[in-house]
């Protein structure tokens, strides 16, 4: 199928070709914690990856609004100037919102264990914070590469990161009886992303075109993005990675655990396909936009790209997933893949909007973005508080989170469409 797909898509187009690269190198990335997974959840135990699942989750969730999404802007301004300064600023913004959560994990971490119902992770919230700037600056790197046309850059980073990541998780698992090596190699990976982005830009330039008036200037100019898409982004990422919070608060870490491996599954395909695209089709779409007014071609032929990419992808899973997860990672394991079956066609239709998801912010209509993600956000706390007071088992709740939530996003893919069409 991929082979097809190469081939029949090969050379076609600037779209294509920049998304092949990208495709090519996050294919790389991911095979290497694919190959190594099975070899990972022989060296942690379920409850291991729960407390992993833990802190990975508020880093997420954290992370995602670390640099007040002044990253989206990155590929707007014409000037190069205009962009290093706009840089620079979420960079500042990523630095100062870590250093807040490390001062407030200090006088909250206790409560917060309390509320996820674990004493182990009261230790690793400490480390939140490093791993929140990692993930920020990585991002505004990424994008930065992207307005830059740089995709070969993005996709050598996202080898070295997965390969540093994967590689010291296993190193310290094999020695650690504990889940120090899953979050150690975690934030690692990050620095080492970061370390591999930075590598062709020209640090000298860019520290000498900085300063305090264009910042300013740059903040003023994209101020809709923390005043509507930060909110709407932490929303979503709340939505997405609040679940393994609230297994673990409502149920057990075992259960965050199995959880865990179901979610690093099913979410493989969305880093693999739906990040390349994204990257690829934002500066598609932004250059629709100042072309033709609209990105409706961008659009439809990027969701074409998915839907063909995604459907047998996920079906094969559905049909075989207690058996593969219990084959290739251990009996033990076979729970995970009942979870994953329940959960994958939210992962499927999550998959198909991320990457277009994008549009909002190159049409600047942040604010649809905000209402639509509070409402995401809402419906899930709803499911969560509707299984707290039924005390429905677990995978009761799973199987009505996801349904609740596949059928809202694809309202999200009409509302996207009419904006890429410029009707909305």
Request: with cysteine.
């Amino acid at each position: 199928m991929l082979k097809y797909l190469f081939n029949k898509y090969k050379n076609r187009s600037d779209f294509t070709n920049n998304f092949l690269i990208l495709f090519r190198g996050t294919l790389i990335a991911q095979l290497i914690p694919v190959l190594l997974t099975p070899r990972l959840t022989r060296v942690y135990t379920p409850a291991d990856f729960g407390v992993f699942e833990l802190f990975l989750s508020v880093s997420l969730i954290l992370g995602a609004v670390a640099n007040g999404r002044y990253e989206l802007a990155l590929v707007l301004p014409d000037k190069k100037e205009d962009a290093w300064n706009l840089l620079g600023l979420g960079f500042i913004v990523s630095f100062a919102f870590s250093l807040l959560l490390f001062i407030l994990m200090g006088f909250f971490a206790d409560k917060v264990a309390v509320w996820l119902n674990n004493a182990d992770i009261k230790f690793w919230l400490f480390f939140v914070p490093l791993a929140v700037l990692m993930q920020g600056w990585f991002g505004l790197l990424r994008y930065y590469n992207t307005r830059q046309k740089d995709f070969k850059n993005i996709s050598g980073a996202n080898i070295s990161r997965s390969t540093s990541r994967t590689g010291l998780q296993l190193l310290i698992g094999i020695t650690v009886n504990s889940p120090a090596g899953l979050i150690i190699g975690q934030i690692a990976g990050s620095f080492t992303g970061v370390v591999m982005l930075l590598r062709k830009m020209d640090i000298k330039a860019f520290f000498r075109h900085l300063n305090k008036h264009d910042i300013k200037q740059q903040a003023k100019r994209y101020k809709r993005f923390p005043m509507f898409t930060m909110p709407s982004t932490l929303a979503n990422s709340a939505s997405v990675n609040l679940t393994g919070i609230l297994i673990s608060a409502m149920y057990s870490i075992a259960s965050v655990g199995f959880y865990s491996l179901a979610n690093r599954v099913l979410g493989m395909p969305g880093t693999l396909i739906g990040k390349s695209l994204s990257n690829v089709y934002h500066k598609e779409a932004v250059d629709h936009r100042k072309k033709h007014g609209h990105a409706k071609i961008a659009f439809k032929s990027t969701l074409k790209k998915l839907l063909l990419i995604a459907f047998p992808l996920f079906l094969l899973i559905f049909l075989f997933a207690e058996d593969i997860f219990a084959v290739v990672f251990g009996e033990e394991w076979r729970v995970a893949g009942k979870y994953a079956r329940i959960l994958i066609p939210l992962f499927f239709i999550r998959l198909i909007v991320a990457p277009v998801s994008v549009t909002l912010s190159v049409f600047e209509r942040q604010h649809i973005s905000l209402f639509w993600q509070l409402g995401l956000l809402f419906l899930s706390l709803t499911v969560f508080t509707i299984a707290w007071i039924v005390s429905w088992p677990v995978e009761t709740f799973l199987i009505c989170f996801a349904s609740v939530l596949f059928f809202y996003y694809i309202i999200f893919i009409f509302i996207l469409w009419k904006v890429a069409s410029n009707k909305l």
